[in-house]
């Protein structure tokens, strides 16, 4: 596609219900990465594919979370039990190279726990 | 541990000033530093910087990466409504993953 595509761009979830978000990346793009920014706050890391593989999960809060990439293209990231304190915009972004700087990043998926 | 901080937090200027926001960095294996610009969307690249003293400029707005202080800042000259913004640092490791700071809240006034 044209850009890093997610879905759905807002959810709102009651507390203790499980969600899934989805992440179509750049075509093509080797890397994918899973952020999470709350109200006020700047993004905060949470974990890394490079193709299908997850190289690194260890922004993850809890076992609660959890994201896949099965193919190496379209991620889901899946959380458990919402709790209020899940409340955030969770922004996904690829890049083409496994080493590279160059990074898009889609609109994000607002997420709000009730 | 690592970690990014930006100051201020937040500012308001008129329309015309100029305003520099500072980040620094501490941070292992760091390979560049990025700003952003985010307006209730997604983050938009503005600058990367991996040499030290070489200033980057896009139109009213510049940045520069001092390696030695461990700390850029970004410069937005004649200000406009539209520049009024959070403004985001972040450092990069070589895996591309980016630990960024709280942000910078920029609101320009008429």
């Known amino acids: 596609g044209a850009g890093v595509s997610q879905s759905p761009r807002y959810k709102v979830a009651k507390r203790g219900q499980d969600v899934a978000l989805r992440c179509d990346p750049i075509s093509g793009h080797v890397s994918l990465f899973w952020y999470q920014q709350a109200l006020g706050q700047g993004p905060e890391f949470l974990t890394y594919f490079q193709n299908e593989a997850q190289l690194d999960k260890s922004g993850l809060p809890s076992d609660r979370f959890f994201a896949e990439r099965p193919e190496g293209s379209v991620s889901t990231l899946k959380i458990q039990r919402t709790q209020q304190e899940d409340s955030a915009v969770y922004l996904c972004?690829?890049?083409?190279?496994?080493?590279?700087?160059?990074?898009?990043f889609g609109e994000g998926s607002w997420l709000t726990v009730v | 541990e690592d970690k990014v901080v930006q100051s201020p937090l937040s500012l308001v200027v008129h329309e015309g000033d100029t305003v520099t926001l500072n980040c620094s960095y501490e941070?292992?294996?760091?390979?560049?530093l990025l700003w952003y610009k985010q307006e209730k969307k997604a983050p938009t690249f503005l600058f990367m910087l991996t040499s030290s003293g070489i200033e980057k400029k896009s139109g009213r707005l510049s940045s520069i990466l001092d390696k030695k202080e461990l700390s850029s800042i970004l410069n937005i000259t004649a200000t406009q409504t539209g520049d009024s913004a959070i403004y985001l640092c972040?450092?990069?490791?070589?895996?591309?993953?980016?630990?960024f700071g709280a942000g910078t809240q920029v609101v320009v006034t008429p």
């Open positions: 941070v292992t294996n760091f390979r560049s």
């Open positions: 972004a690829s890049s083409p190279r496994a080493r590279g700087n160059t990074i898009y």
């Open positions: 972040a450092s990069t490791d070589s895996w591309g993953k980016l630990q």
